[in-house]
């Protein structure tokens, strides 16, 4: 059995219908159970939303996000309860490790994309830069070509003339 408390987030939607007295009461009653199961409450933030689509034929609700400590045996009590709840459209229930590890993993494939972009990019340059070389070097011996082809030519006329003489 673990006794270590672990970092939680609950994310819960409620009934648009309750006033904020009823709403705040109903956030009192989830920390006091958290902290009378050996828990404690870190942060919450309130704020009201337009909901993407319909939950209980509502379409907006008040939208609770909330850290806390908690025994991990006793998530799915806490679970369990909120589900239980009327006012609760919507529950869920992170675990701050694993959101910390997802966005670590986002990131990583982030960063994954611009390197492969990068070097992409280093290819096209370079393979850029490798066909102008080419062609610098492919103009280069034409010349020399050319070069060596009237230098013969000269040179036979020469070798003939003197010959000759």
């Known amino acids: 059995m673990d ?7 609950l994310s819960c939607f409620f009934s ?12 009192g009653k989830i920390k006091n159970w958290i ?8 942060s919450e933030k309130i704020s009201r939303k ?21 025994l991990p045996e006793k998530i799915s009590e806490l679970y369990n309860k909120l589900k239980l ?9 992170l675990n701050a490790e694993q959101k910390k590890e ?3 993993r ?15 990019i280093d290819e096209i340059i370079m393979g850029k830069d490798l066909a102008k070389e080419q062609t610098k070097i492919a103009k280069h011996e034409e010349k020399v070509e050319k070069r060596a082809k009237v230098d013969l030519a000269d040179l036979d006329k020469k070798l ?5 003489e």
């Open 3 to 9: 006794t270590e408390l672990k970092k939680y987030q």
């Open 16 to 27: 648009p219908i309750l006033d904020e007295k009823q709403l705040s009461d109903e956030i």
């Open 35 to 42: 902290q009378d199961n050996e828990g404690a409450t870190e």
């Open 50 to 70: 337009n909901l993407g689509y319909k939950i209980k034929h509502f379409q907006d609700a008040f939208y609770v996000l909330m850290d806390f400590k908690l």
């Open 85 to 93: 709840n009327n006012d609760v459209l919507r529950i869920l229930i």
């Open 102 to 104: 997802a966005k670590l």
């Open 106 to 120: 986002k990131k990583k494939e982030q960063i994954a994309k611009v390197e492969e972009k990068t070097d992409l």
């Open 160 to 164: 003939d003339e003197i010959l000759n």
